[in-house]
């Protein structure tokens, strides 16, 4: 204080003398005691002072109060008479004049009148009447607060009654130009926003005689640029960035948005708050969300300041989140723009190369939760608050992510642009094919590196085009070019021969693609092929601990479960379950990962209890290292339910997904892709009990957050519409499967393409819903568009394409076309007998299809050639007293005796 005249002023108040204090007069700002040596007005009492210096002020209000006022608990004993509703609409016509602009029609509302008005008016009714507030209060007040703190009613009419007077117009908070931002970097091109803030701003806005402690903006009023334009405005886009930021990213994002957006005023809260008074007066969570809400939801637009690319620091500061919440909830009317700073794309770049998944680790290693705040009781706040918003987290993890992969495509787009080294061009390509399936865009780099490979020796040169041909061979395979994929990584495996020798790991990894392509072409003999022999090289390049290694030697047990041995299968997983165990231990999540694989042998080969020693086994490891609650624990309690399923035990089935479904929402939230994928494996157990209501209410549970996490147009959506679609064929409701399946069908092309394997399922359940409603030619027109994408992509000997012949084959049945019928059941005929051999069931059915059409074309002989074989099968296997076996014979009995 100034004198010691002035303390015992105060204390004649009856009130303690406190520095700063909050009143419920001014609740929204502190109000911080002063002895500024000025005339000035109470803004409670309307009294004007000047001799009498000290008082409370709030200077971000320009709002005074005398000692007198403040020590009353709720403000000044006031008169509260009735109002009329003509002396109301005297009162409020200059304050409405006042927010349109306008000049107030008389020059100054009475002290008394406002006293009388605060006091006697209904406060919803003055509320929802359109009372104008105050530009510098955070937000508007509502009615709650209007019924509670009248007091609150009258502070605001007086600030209000100052913009009347200045007749200055309503307006937002305050934000600053880009070039301030410009202007301070050059000055502190090394600071943090935490040193700018306490080594430059807040010396520079300290309290000065005849003027008090002030923001730095409010330095900068009536301050001009060159061009004429205030270097402060109104904001219209608020800066959240974490204060342990450098001052370079801040400002490098904000010159990336200001060239979208010229013009733009930045709520920036180092420049814009009070930082003196931030930094004296605890505020609270209510009142610092209040202000940030506010101030958002007005001003209309958020730039988050990402950095460092790979693990941004504001996912990691609680009220960053709330920043991001604000505006994610504030229902599209906020325009949330995610930037990380142009340096740090050289930072990209090298992590690129150094490892290809930099990308895809960065966005998998997400996670909002992991965020932290100084106050707990902060923390514990806000992240209830988020739990509240629709999809929680898990939306916010997603809409971050989204954005995020929006930056990073377009940071790696110009650097695929403007590279120029070959080695570079290569690892860019790998990731935009990886992380963004552009396909198309990976391989026109590639090409375009091949060519700038110039003076480079030979083997070098060789080594170089192996690895582009491998990362063709890998773009082939996203698009489901399967052949020229074989290709590609046929020669870069003669190359990388030419130019490293038999024995280096570039031959292992190009063996494994092949046995991987392979496998995809469901040749599963030349994918195993391969494996083995990438699986050697692997041991005798890198070891048999390597990753390398332990991925192979999975392939190879993959291969061997898909050709039917899964005892062979079993002896790899139990080899790399000998490793792991003596490398890791019994109760590592590593083994764990394996004794589930061993389950999943044991499943193909129909031992469901037997796998489900093993899947017990794996939970209880996990449970015991990660945790309950963990997402391995709802994947394997996501694998135990469909065993049970493959069981027929529905109803132990749907115990163990519905406790999957418990665990993923807890782990990963109720709107993550994963919780989806068990939502629609509850929807399969349903179904197969006949529930198909039920099913139909999980399987749009499960569409709906894949469409809110990952897009209408993502091939998981499409996967859900199909379990729909197949759904409403099972009820014989044929024009909604109709309707669900072509839109998976065109979601599948939007984003695979139409020769894309993944289409082949959209096809023929479309085609069956089309054929189930009788429209035979529609339906043919998607079973043949099926049979080409299947025979392009796994050839004439394969599942895919004789399920499409044999759908072909019966619509020709449905529209007497027997002629046609034989030729596509010979063809189906001729996969399942190389797939099962001749003397299968399901080959013997086959055949029983063929004597009947032999025998409708009028080829007795023939047809009489197909029972007899089929009777033989049945007869074998199922005895002579099976139903197929006494079928098949009254078929032969009806052709008669043979001539």
Request: aromatic fraction near 6%; hydrophobic fraction near 40%.
């Amino acid at each position: 204080l100034a004198s010691i005249e002035a303390r015992k002023s105060a204390h004649q108040c009856g009130m303690p003398l406190e520095d700063v204090i909050r009143h419920a007069v001014h609740p929204v700002h502190a109000l911080v005691l002063t002895t500024e040596e000025s005339p000035w007005r109470c803004d409670i009492c309307g009294q004007a002072h000047r001799g009498d210096f000290i008082r409370y002020r709030c200077d971000e209000c320009d709002w005074d109060a005398c000692l007198r006022c403040i020590s009353e608990p709720s403000g000044p004993a006031r008169p509260q008479p009735q109002i009329s509703a003509a002396d109301l609409d005297a009162l409020l016509s200059p304050l409405h004049q006042a927010s349109a602009g306008a000049a107030p029609a008389s020059s100054r509302i009475t002290l008394g009148g406002l006293a009388q008005l605060a006091g006697s008016l209904a406060p919803a009714a003055l509320w929802m009447a359109g009372w104008p507030v105050h530009p510098s209060l955070t937000q508007p007040c509502t009615r709650r607060s209007w019924r509670l703190a009248p007091p609150l009613v009258l502070q605001t009419v007086l600030t209000t009654l100052k913009v009347v007077n200045r007749s200055t117009p309503l307006h937002r908070p305050q934000g600053v130009c880009a070039q301030v931002f410009l202007a301070l970097l050059h000055e502190h091109p090394n600071a943090t926003t935490r040193q700018l803030c306490s080594e430059v701003i807040k010396p520079a806005t300290a309290a000065r005689p005849g003027r008090p402690a002030v923001s730095y903006a409010a330095l900068l009023e009536g301050t001009s640029l060159d061009d004429g334009r205030s270097a402060v405005a109104a904001a219209s886009c608020f800066v959240s960035h974490a204060w342990d930021n450098a001052l370079a990213d801040v400002a490098s994002c904000v010159a990336d948005y200001e060239a979208a957006h010229p013009g733009t005023y930045y709520w920036f809260d180092t420049l814009v708050v009070n930082q003196h008074a931030a930094s004296e007066v605890s505020y609270g969570f209510e009142w610092w969300a209040a202000k940030f809400r506010g101030s958002i939801k007005q001003i209309g637009a958020v730039l988050a300041v990402m950095s460092p690319w790979d693990q941004p620091v504001a996912l990691t500061r609680a009220w960053c989140l709330y920043e991001l919440y604000s505006a994610l909830s504030a229902q599209g009317t906020v325009q949330l723009t995610i930037a990380v700073p142009a340096a740090h794309r050289a930072a990209l770049r090298e992590g690129i190369f150094k490892r290809a998944t930099a990308i895809m680790d960065a966005l998998v290693t997400l996670d909002v939760r992991k965020a932290d705040a100084i106050n707990p009781a902060d923390l514990e706040a806000i992240f209830s608050e988020i739990k509240g918003m629709e999809g929680g987290f898990t939306a916010m993890n997603a809409v971050v992510a989204e954005r995020l992969r929006d930056w990073y495509y377009a940071a790696v787009a110009q650097l695929a642009t403007d590279e120029t080294d070959p080695a570079i061009m290569q690892s860019l390509a790998r990731v935009l094919n990886s992380v963004w399936n552009k396909a198309d865009e990976a391989l026109s780099l590639l090409q375009r590196s091949s060519s700038e490979v110039h003076g480079t020796e030979t083997k070098k040169k060789e080594q170089f085009i192996s690895h582009s041909l491998y990362a063709m061979g890998e773009a082939f395979v996203s698009k489901g070019e399967y052949e020229r994929a074989l290709d590609c990584f046929t020669q870069g495996l003669a190359l990388a021969k030419a130019a490293l020798g038999q024995r280096h790991s570039d031959i292992s990894r190009m063996l494994h693609a092949l046995g991987q392509t392979r496998a995809f072409m469901g040749d599963d003999d030349q994918a195993l092929e391969c494996h083995l022999q990438a699986l050697e090289m692997a041991k005798a390049t890198l070891g048999e601990r390597h990753a390398t290694t332990a991925a192979i030697l999975h392939d190879i047990g993959l291969a061997y479960t898909s050709i039917g041995e899964a005892d062979r299968a079993l002896e790899y997983y139990h080899q790399t379950l000998e490793i792991k165990r003596m490398s890791l231990g019994n109760n590592h999540p590593n083994t764990a990962a394996t004794l589930h694989a061993i389950g999943e042998s044991h499943n193909s080969k129909g031992e469901h209890s037997r796998a489900l020693e093993y899947y017990f086994q794996s939970l209880d490891i996990i449970k015991t290292t990660l945790g309950a609650n963990h997402t391995d624990s709802a994947m394997i309690l996501h694998t135990i339910g469909q065993t049970y399923a493959s069981m027929g035990e529905h109803d132990k089935a749907l115990e163990q997904l519905h406790s999957a479904l418990v665990t993923s929402e807890i782990a990963l939230g109720d709107g993550h892709p994963t919780t989806s994928m068990t939502l629609s494996a509850i929807g399969q157990a349903h179904a197969s009990k006949g529930e198909y209501e039920h099913a139909l209410q999980y399987y749009e549970r499960s569409l709906e957050i894949n469409t809110t996490a990952l897009g209408d147009r993502h091939p998981d959506s499409a996967a859900d519409l199909l379990d729909i679609g197949r759904i409403y064929i099972r009820k014989g409701d044929f024009d909604k499967a109709i309707g669900r399946l072509t839109q998976s069908l065109n979601i599948t092309i939007a984003a695979l393409g139409d020769s894309h394997p993944s289409t082949v399922s959209k096809l023929y359940a479309l085609g069956q819903a089309l054929a189930g409603k009788g429209e035979y030619d529609l339906a043919l027109e998607r079973f043949n568009q099926g049979l080409l994408v299947a025979l392009a992509a796994y050839g004439e000997h394969h599942t895919a394409t004789a399920t499409m012949l044999s759908a072909i084959g019966k619509v020709c049945i449905a529209k007497g076309d027997h002629q046609r019928a034989l030729e596509f059941f010979h063809r189906y005929y001729a996969v399942k007998k190389a797939e099962l051999g001749e003397e299968h069931p399901e080959t013997a059915v086959i055949l029983t299809t063929l004597g009947q059409l032999f025998q409708a074309v009028g080829v007795v002989d023939e047809a009489r050639t197909s029972y007899e074989r089929a009777h033989a099968v049945f007869t074998r296997v199922h005895g002579p007293t099976h139903s197929n076996t006494i079928a098949v014979a009254a078929f032969l009995e009806g052709l008669g005796p043979a001539v």
